[in-house]
């Protein structure tokens, strides 16, 4: 048995006792039952598996401590209401907005972080990592790390924008339909539901194959497709609204359109639909990835995550990891999205922790 092992279980078991001796029962159940299932994993797999659980802690643990970290520093910045709600904040909700900042920060600043152009060849095909590029060369020759940083600001961007403009037609529509009614509201449902109707690829493939793959026709058709979905979405909420006491006190007072969706109806419908916009953007960044990935998103030689990811697929063929780089950032990015979201519908909810 390595020395490895030995001082694997004794940490383990150490931190157990302690936190039993300090009654810390849930911190005790975790490592307690870390160490239960060490001693199987460690009898099938033996020191490798320990070795990968080791790493999973590790970095499970370094996430927290980034994540808590991070949010320390949000409430420090900032005072008021917004500092109190910040350290109600779980440690996921916390890890998603550090990640999005990173995210913002790669995209705003890629020109400065890259060290070579998105589109700029420095090296052989597929060319090994080393001192000068960390993640190695594409299949043309072009830096992978740069390609992936400027892929922040284009596929983030591009997916940023198409949800902006989705939500802000959607969202409009949904006051317009829920203040009015009648026919127009009548008639914004039926165009939404024929819109839905489609499958949001197939729609995607059929629109781009006819009018062309340029940046315009990509946010324009992606706002098409979504924008249903936030539609219903604010015609529902704003329909739960506008039969309150305070909006036919504001009717009777002579009040137009724009004053009940701007005073009445707009500030009270605030939280769902800025939980449904961290929604609708992870389906819009998905989507521009998946166009991308078949051909028909963000053209080469711009640099897009879902691009990148077919156009070094035949590395995994190699067992290099290089093809799943991007996939993972696309990945990292709708968790973290997900992690922000779910805690402000929690917020929006009403519900309190116990």
């Known amino acids: ?8 279980y004794a940490l383990l078991i150490g931190a157990s006792c302690l936190a039993a001796y300090y009654k810390q029962r849930s911190v005790f159940m975790l490592l307690f ?11 099938v797999g033996g020191v490798g598996a320990l070795r990968f659980i080791t790493t999973a802690a590790g970095a499970l643990a370094l996430a927290a401590g980034t994540s808590y970290a991070f949010r320390e520093f949000l409430i420090a910045i900032t005072s008021g209401g917004v500092a109190k709600e910040l350290r109600t904040a779980p440690l996921t909700a916390a890890f998603g907005m550090f990640v999005i900042f990173t995210y913002a920060i790669a995209g705003i600043f890629a020109p400065w972080i890259a060290p070579f152009g998105e589109s700029e060849v420095i090296s052989s095909a597929f060319a090994p990592a080393d001192e000068n590029m960390l993640l190695g060369a594409d299949q043309l020759g072009r830096d992978m790390f740069s390609r992936i940083i400027y892929g922040a600001r284009n596929t983030v961007g591009l997916a940023l924008v198409a949800t902006m403009l989705a939500f802000l037609a959607g969202a409009l529509a ?16 039926r165009v939404a539901d024929v819109i839905m109707s489609v499958p949001s690829l197939i729609f995607a493939l059929l629109i781009l194959s006819i009018f062309g793959t340029n940046l315009t026709t990509i946010v324009i058709v992606v706002a098409v497709i ?10 529902a909420v704003a329909g739960n609204v506008v039969v309150m006491d305070y909006i036919e006190a504001a009717k009777l007072r002579g009040e137009g359109d724009w004053y009940l969706i701007r005073k009445e109806i707009l500030p009270n419908s605030t939280a769902p639909l800025v939980a449904e916009f961290g929604l609708e953007f992870c389906f819009v960044f998905l989507l521009i990835a998946g166009l991308s990935f078949l051909g028909l998103g963000i053209q080469p030689p711009t640099a897009d995550w879902g691009s990148m990811v077919r156009e070094n697929a035949t590395l995994i063929s190699f067992g290099d990891i290089t093809p799943l780089i991007p996939a993972a950032a696309i990945a990292l990015l709708t968790v973290a999205v997900n992690f922000v979201v779910d805690w402000m519908l929690f917020r929006s909810s009403g519900l309190k922790e116990q």
């Open 1 to 8: 048995m390595s020395f490895f092992v030995i001082g694997y």
């Open 33 to 43: 039952s870390l160490t239960l299932v060490s001693f199987v994993v460690g009898i």
């Open 174 to 189: 949904g006051l317009l339909a829920a203040v009015k009614g009648g026919w127009f509201d009548q008639l914004m449902g």
């Open 226 to 235: 979504y924008s249903p979905r936030v539609f219903r979405l604010t015609r």
